[in-house]
């Protein structure tokens, strides 16, 4: 099993910034490929950023692209996403997930192939 706890979410201006961190356990965290998904209020949850298990391949929905950015360190067993220019539309619950399965070069965007899942953190946007 691979547990996955979230932090860094929190109350930011139109604009600003956030870095999420997602601490993993698990030996086999290096060849996981990551993912960051959101869900508002009343809202499926949502793909935002995945990554491959290396680091070398990174997708990113509409929304996030240009803005944010999805990286890992192996050694630290810990996976980021940095939001820039945040918007009030960014506002969700932030979770996120582990893809043992993956491809080495591609990267899932459904949530159904995630493994597993930490608790999320809240991110809320004002404007």
């Known amino acids: 099993q691979v547990q996955l706890v979230e932090s860094g979410g929190g109350l930011v201006q139109a604009g600003g910034s956030l870095r999420l961190s997602c601490a993993a356990s698990?030996?086999?965290?290096?060849?996981?490929?990551m993912g960051w998904f959101r869900q508002a209020p009343g809202k499926e949850r949502e793909f935002v950023a995945a990554i491959t298990w290396n680091g070398q391949y990174t997708y990113y929905t509409d929304s996030a692209e240009g803005r944010f950015t999805i990286s890992r360190d192996n050694d630290k067993n810990t996976v980021y996403l940095q939001m820039n220019s945040l918007k009030p539309e960014d506002t969700a619950v932030y979770y996120c997930?582990?893809?043992?399965?993956?491809?080495?070069?591609?990267?899932?965007?459904?949530?159904?192939?995630?493994?597993?899942w930490g608790q999320g953190t809240q991110v809320t946007v004002s404007s």
């Open positions: 997930a582990a893809d043992r399965t993956a491809s080495p070069t591609t990267v899932a965007t459904m949530r159904q192939l995630y493994d597993y």
């Open positions: 698990g030996r086999t965290f290096v060849r996981y490929a």
